[in-house]
Nanobody
Framework: QVQLVESGGGLVQAGGSLRLSCAAS????????MGWFRQAPGKEREFLAA???????YYADSVKGRFTASRDNAKNTVYLQMNSLKPEDTAVYYC????????????????WGQGTQVTVSS
């Protein structure tokens, strides 16, 4: 069992930056690939980024070059650094954990955090 808690969301102006954190419980955190998703009102949950157990990262085209995923296994924490934020980045952001090696689909993730709101003003 893995419990995930996101933090770091908030209100930021367009062009600004935020860093989201996702703290995980449990001693097996390093065995999980971690993903970041977001969901805007009226839209489906969208894959943003993933980081494997070995630190390899994958990104959606919509955030590539602006968002960076990282992890600190000693702290059981994964991060999402978000730069050059746009109003269309406004959404609830979620982290998730998967024991599998497929990262792009919601269904591959077994554990989810409660989400943190990110609002980007124009």
């Amino acid at each position: 069992q893995v419990q995930l808690v996101e933090s770091g969301g908030g209100l930021v102006q367009a062009g600004g930056s935020l860093r989201l954190s996702c703290a995980a419980s449990g001693r097996t955190f390093s065995r999980y690939g971690m993903g970041w998703f977001r969901q805007a009102p009226g839209k489906e949950r969208e894959f943003l980024a993933a980081i494997t157990t070995s630190g390899t990262t994958y990104y959606a085209d919509s955030v590539k070059g602006r968002f960076t995923a990282s992890r600190d296994n000693a702290k059981n924490t994964v991060y999402l650094q978000m730069n050059s934020l746009k109003p269309e980045d406004t959404a609830v952001y979620y982290c998730a954990a998967t024991p599998r090696s497929y990262y792009y689909y919601n269904s591959e993730y077994d554990y989810w955090g409660q989400g943190t709101q990110v609002t980007v003003s124009s």
